[in-house]
């Protein structure tokens, strides 16, 4: 198998809950570290607080993909926030679907109750789903390729 360099690996935008069991600042930067460029998070108070324009700015600007992680249903501390964010990630679905990129540059999980994933755990699950993705095209189309990416 072939090695990648930081250039050649997908970017994924991470949204997530301040809830999602270990998911506090050293675990956040660990992560980041571990996946070097590749992986971007957002820590949120609540998933119910992002908004269609979060994600599509992450498209436009800098990730391959972007994904929400929510505390379990029924268990939201603000009563509908990752109900809302389903909602929300849906309507951003179609809105990318409408202009001809995948549905799945786009994704939403919603922990488990019963056996909660860490943050780390869900990251790893999300990167190898869209490993098959591809790389983003909004940035070949700049005719910069990747390196058209801004950085943030």
């Known amino acids: 198998m072939r090695e990648t360099n930081e250039k050649e690996r997908l970017l994924l935008a991470l949204f997530y809950c301040q809830n999602v069991p270990d998911s506090g600042e050293g675990q956040r930067q660990g992560l980041e570290k571990e996946y070097g460029g590749s992986l971007r998070l957002f820590p949120v108070p609540c998933s119910g607080r992002v908004e269609p324009q979060h994600l599509l700015r992450a498209l436009e600007e ?30 951003t679905r179609d809105l990318i679907a409408g202009i001809g990129l995948e549905r799945e540059r786009i994704g939403i999980l919603a922990l488990n109750a019963g056996s909660p994933k860490t943050l780390s755990e869900v990251a790893k699950d999300i990167m190898s789903v869209i490993g098959g993705l591809g790389f983003s095209p909004v940035f070949q189309g700049r005719g910069k390729g990747r390196e058209g990416r801004k950085v943030i």
Do not use: H, S
């Open 62 to 91: 800098f990730a391959d993909a972007a994904y929400v992680i929510t505390c379990p249903e029924g268990a939201c501390r603000y009563f509908e926030g990752n109900l809302r964010a389903r909602k929300r990630v849906e309507r």
